[in-house]
T-cell receptor, first 112, second 112 residues
Framework: TQLLEQSPQFLSIQEGENLTVYCNSS?????LQWYRQEPGEGPVLLVT?????EVKKLKRLTFQFGDARKDSSLHITAAQPGDTGLYLC????????????FGKGTKLTVNP | NAGVTQTPKFRVLKTGQSMTLLCAQD?????MYWYRQDPGMGLRLIHY???????AKGEVPDGYNVSRLKKQNFLLGLESAAPSQTSVYFC???????????FGPGTRLTVL
């Protein structure tokens, strides 16, 4: 069974701080997706990384896919209260791309 | 475009009652999915569809049925609700199965 472990589970920081959250697995993934979910809403896709070592930037968010394609990280620079939410990573299973496996998420709170 | 819509947004059932959750998408996506999200468990795939008239089981299909009579609609049915089905249900769609998921706003279901 392919699992995605996310850490930390909870993170509370002050506005302006930098942070990194992690998504790790013992399995190789062909790609990984990152989502942000705000309270009472569905997850929203932020980015997909597909190549080992790939780095993608989305404004203050930097996503990296590990060289071995077993892990990924999300770094946020100068966090803002609007970054508050649940960050989820997800990857296609060996059973087929339809069966996306999700990590349990990192709940981020950015305090003003 | 409305994207992915779900009805109802909230529902309370008694054990043994039945109900149907409706999902609609206006993006002409072939693939549609039903997930449930529970604290500490993350998002888990219930059923999915690779096109009109097709359905397939996901990770946690027991107690649920689905139908995809029209490409834009995906229905999730609970024939005899149980308290263990108390959860938040999300519908999602994607163009290719490797693509990111577009999620609806969710339905919060409580079974008493």
């Amino acid at each position: 069974t392919q699992l995605l472990e996310q850490s930390p589970q909870f993170l509370s920081i002050q506005e302006g701080e930098n942070l990194t959250v992690y998504c790790n697995s013992s399995s190789v993934f062909s790609s990984l997706q990152w989502y942000r979910q705000e309270p009472g809403e569905g997850p929203v896709l932020l980015v997909t990384v597909v190549t080992g070592g790939e780095v993608k930037k989305l404004k203050r968010l930097t996503f990296q896919f590990g060289d071995a394609r077993k892990d990924s990280s999300l770094h946020i620079t100068a966090a803002q209260p609007g970054d508050t939410g649940l960050y989820l990573c997800a990857g296609p299973t060996q059973g087929g791309s339809e069966k996306l496996v999700f990590g349990k998420g990192t709940k981020l709170t950015v305090n003003p | 475009n409305a994207g992915v819509t779900q009805t109802p947004k909230f529902r309370v059932l008694k054990t043994g009652q039945s109900m149907t959750l409706l999902c609609a998408q206006d993006m002409n996506h072939e693939y549609m999915y039903w997930y449930r999200q529970d604290p500490g468990m993350g998002l888990r795939l219930i059923h999915y569809s690779v096109g009109e008239g097709t359905t397939a089981k996901g990770e946690v299909p027991d107690g649920y049925n689905v139908s995809r009579l029209k490409k834009q609609n995906f229905l999730l049915g609970l024939e005899s609700a149980a308290p263990s089905q108390t959860s938040v249900y999300f519908c999602a769609s994607s163009l290719p199965p490797t693509g990111g998921r577009y999620f609806g706003p969710g339905t919060r279901l409580t079974v008493l």
